[in-house]
């Protein structure tokens, strides 16, 4: 299944399911791409898998086990490579998703670094140095580590991607992100990291009205986002990866990836 040029995947943990249950809604939408969560899976057993329902993986994703997502205050103060007494055990993760991510054949591997603060020096430096040791490890793999957008502006990532210059940093864009953390609009977004892009998420969002609370996540088309609006900018930036349908939210999603997969593969380049 196909938008336009793009295959259409979904990320695996938005299915809440275990791997044979994740299998079976992928094949019942009709298509045939994950964007696969990857901390502590046997890699080898899960591609094996994969491999003989026909499923390809675009992307792999990790997280940390001490983020709290309970509010913004909690996730900005446990996110990413941030949290000093977590960062070699996190290290370590990271390097065992690396390896997952080398096994499955796979050359992108994703996850939420964490805040850019350039407010504070002593953090900033500490989180570019972490950052730069994570990509080091990834292209020392010929793997590509995908930074997530939302937890700051695009201009700010475009600024610290620029500095760090690193071949193995990209971006994994999502759109919605952009907007629960309320960091901007996201096809101006999308124009600024267009250079860095290689994975891009299919989700929507509603803005916050309350500063410092999250926005809200919606099904694809029903939110800020600008659903068709988003997809033709991605053919204006030349846009040539693949797009992983994420809905982290509702009691329904199934039923709502099933009909952003119905909506996308409408649309014809």
């Known amino acids: 299944m196909k938008c336009g040029r793009w295959d259409i995947g979904v990320c695996s943990w938005s299915l809440q399911a275990e791997l044979d249950g994740v299998i079976g809604s992928v094949r019942s939408m009709g298509i045939d791409r994950l964007h696969l969560a990857v901390r502590g899976i046997d890699a080898a057993a899960v591609g094996a898998q994969l491999a003989t329902n026909g499923i390809a993986v675009s992307c792999t994703m990790m997280d940390f086990p001490q983020e709290d997502y309970s509010s913004l205050e909690a996730i900005k103060l446990t996110g990413g490579v941030g949290p000093d007494d977590c960062w070699e055990a996190n290290k370590q ?41 994570l990509a080091d490890i990834a292209a020392a793999e010929g793997i590509m580590l995908l930074l997530e957008t939302g937890q700051e502006s695009a201009t700010d990532l475009k600024a610290f991607l620029e500095e760090l210059s690193h071949p193995a940093l990209g971006v994994n864009f999502d759109p919605a992100n952009m907007i629960l953390y309320d960091k901007g609009e996201p096809l101006e977004a999308l124009r600024v990291l267009a250079p860095w892009i290689k994975h891009v998420h299919i989700k929507d969002a509603t803005r916050t ?34 797009i992983a349908i994420e809905r982290e939210a509702g009691d329904s999603r199934v039923a709502d990836i099933t009909a952003a997969v119905e909506r996308l593969s409408r649309f014809v380049d």
């Open 209 to 242: 009205t309350e500063p410092g609370t999250w926005g809200a996540e919606v099904p694809w088309g029903d939110g800020e986002v600008q659903a068709d609006a988003f997809v033709n900018a991605l053919k204006e930036i030349g846009y040539a990866g693949a």
């Open 93 to 133: 993760s990271f390097e065992a998703a690396v390896a997952a991510t080398v096994a499955l054949g796979v050359t992108y591997l994703s996850l939420h670094a964490g805040f850019i603060d350039e407010s504070n020096p002593v953090y900033a430096q500490k989180f570019k140095d972490r950052i730069t040791c």
